[in-house]
């Protein structure tokens, strides 16, 4: 997958999924590829979505960025197993979930109101501050680093959202419920 996109193996890639529109703030993370992109630094953004073309024109016009059409949930876990560090620079998104379950360390806003999200295994950045993001994806050049969070992202995943666990908790409030009513 990362040959079909057109990264090498040296690169670190982040990847975005979503709406590539201002009110999610994709182009800050371009933004950030860019100055990186600029500096040397060997690293790629990965944006599966679509958006308005004024907002698809920005996000290309960055060095080092790279726009992949819409694909549905269910096709989306290789574009992640492709990617180093997930990145959603603007608000919640359960997509943030499925790519630490799938291993990513998360670089979200500091907005958020879900931190458990990223506790061990994130960082957060001043949002709106492409330069404060790209400081902190430079803090995940480490693949050591990039390892242990995303083991730790999986296990949160395992542990804390599976839908099995969801399912679990759902039927035992259900139950619950029932045995008050009567």
Same mark, same amino acid.
Not at 22 to 40: E, T
Not at 46 to 66: E, H, M, N, R, S
């Given at each position: 997958?990362?040959?079909? +996109?057109?990264?090498?193996?040296?690169? !670190?890639?982040?990847?975005?999924?979503?709406? @590539?529109?201002? =009110?999610?703030?994709?182009?800050?993370?371009?933004?950030?590829?860019?100055?990186?992109?600029?500096?040397?630094?060997? !690293?790629?953004?990965?944006?599966?979505?679509?958006?308005?073309?004024?907002?698809?024109?920005?996000?290309?016009?960055?060095?080092?960025?790279?726009?992949?059409?819409?694909?549905?949930?269910?096709? +989306?876990?290789?574009?992640?197993?492709?990617? #180093?560090?997930?990145?959603?620079?603007?608000?919640?998104?359960?997509?943030?979930?499925?790519?630490?379950?799938?291993? @990513?360390?998360?670089?979200?806003? #500091?907005?958020?109101?879900?931190?458990?999200?990223?506790?061990?295994?994130?960082?957060?950045?001043?949002?709106? #501050?492409?330069?404060?993001?790209?400081?902190?994806?430079?803090?995940?050049?480490?693949?050591?680093?990039?390892?242990?969070?995303?083991?730790?992202?999986?296990?949160?995943?395992?542990?804390?959202?599976?839908? =099995?666990?969801?399912?679990?908790?759902?039927?035992?409030?259900?139950?619950?419920?029932?045995?008050?009513?009567?």
């Amino acid at each position: 997958m990362r040959t079909e +996109l057109g990264f090498s193996e040296g690169e !670190v890639v982040c990847i975005y999924t979503g709406r @590539l529109t201002k =009110d999610k703030g994709p182009l800050y993370l371009a933004q950030a590829i860019d100055r990186l992109v600029s500096r040397g630094r060997p !690293v790629r953004g990965l944006f599966v979505g679509g958006g308005t073309p004024d907002d698809v024109a920005a996000i290309k016009a960055c060095a080092g960025c790279v726009i992949h059409p819409f694909v549905v949930v269910r096709e +989306l876990p290789p574009f992640y197993w492709a990617s #180093d560090i997930g990145v959603w620079p603007m608000q919640e998104s359960t997509s943030q979930l499925d790519a630490a379950a799938c291993g @990513l360390p998360l670089v979200l806003s #500091d907005r958020i109101e879900v931190s458990e999200r990223i506790d061990g295994n994130g960082l957060t950045y001043r949002e709106g #501050d492409a330069d404060d993001l790209a400081a902190k994806l430079t803090l995940l050049f480490d693949r050591n680093v990039r390892q242990r969070m995303g083991e730790i992202g999986t296990a949160k995943i395992r542990n804390l959202f599976s839908w =099995d666990l969801i399912a679990k908790q759902r039927l035992a409030d259900y139950v619950s419920s029932r045995g008050r009513r009567n």
